[in-house]
């Protein structure tokens, strides 16, 4: 099975930029859909990207409108989200998610592996 970890994460002024990164191990990333999801505290965990194994990416309009974009590197084994224009609102813990299967991506239950998660806090 394929284990994730999350790097990147840490403490910006709005209007910033991150790069988190999901690391594999265990299993290329390359046979996995990856997702990106964020918790915000007090709240439920919310789908933000995807990418497929065809590289086919997703994201969720009304978290990022524009601001993200998510790239594979498969020679790191490595799957990354940029972030931009970073809002006080995008403070949550970011996690990456590792799918065996089928759609749909913005699920949770479609998601087989979890990683620990990265803290991104922004502030105004």
């Known amino acids: 099975q394929v284990q994730l970890e999350e790097s990147g994460g840490g403490l910006v002024q709005a209007g910033a930029s991150l790069r988190l990164s999901c690391a594999a191990s265990?299993?290329?990333?390359?046979?996995?859909?990856i997702g990106w999801f964020r918790q915000a505290p007090g709240k439920e965990r919310d789908f933000v990207a995807t990418?497929?194994?065809?590289?086919?990416?997703?994201f969720c309009a009304d978290a990022v409108k524009g601001r993200a974009t998510i790239s594979r590197d498969n020679a790191k084994n490595t799957v990354y989200l940029q972030m931009n224009s970073l809002k006080p609102e995008d403070t949550a813990v970011y996690y990456c998610?590792?799918?065996?299967?089928?759609?749909?991506?913005?699920?949770?239950?479609?998601?087989?592996?979890w990683g620990q998660g990265t803290q991104v806090t922004v502030s105004s």
């Open positions: 998610a590792a799918a065996a299967g089928g759609a749909p991506w913005q699920l949770m239950t479609s998601y087989n592996y």
């Open positions: 265990g299993r290329p990333i390359s046979n996995y859909v």
């Open positions: 990418i497929t194994t065809s590289d086919i990416t997703a």
